[in-house]
């Protein structure tokens, strides 16, 4: 079992940047891969980013360049670092652990709660 609490969602204007945290409960925590999903008002959950336990990452197409995932399995804690932030970027933000990385909402086992990301034009 793997419980996930995100932080650090707010509201930011355009061309800004915020960082979002994950920490995992659990001493298994390095051998999960990771992932960040978002999902906005009307529509479905999607894909962010994701990182496995060896650190490989993979990103949507629509943050590339943009954000970065990075982890600390010292700490127990996954980040998404976004810059260059859009108004398309608003969503509610949500961590996910999994054995095996994916794309896809339902590869994931562990999902924490949400935090609200805005951004203002």
């Known amino acids: 079992q793997v419980q996930l609490v995100e932080s650090g969602g707010g509201l930011v204007q355009a061309g800004g940047s915020l960082r979002l945290s994950c920490a995992a409960s659990g001493r298994t925590f390095s051998s999960y891969d990771m992932g960040w999903f978002r999902q906005a008002p009307g529509k479905e959950r999607e894909f962010v980013a994701s990182?496995?336990?060896?650190?490989?990452?993979k990103y949507a197409d629509s943050v590339k360049g943009r954000f970065t995932i990075s982890r600390d399995n010292a700490k127990n804690t996954v980040y998404l670092q976004m810059s260059s932030l859009k108004p398309e970027d608003t969503a509610v933000y949500y961590c996910?652990?999994?054995?095996?990385?994916?794309?896809?909402?339902?590869?994931?086992?562990?999902w924490g709660q949400g935090t609200q990301v805005t951004v203002s034009s």
């Open positions: 990182i496995s336990w060896g650190r490989t990452t």
């Open positions: 996910a652990a999994a054995r095996v990385a994916t794309m896809t909402v339902n590869g994931y086992n562990f």
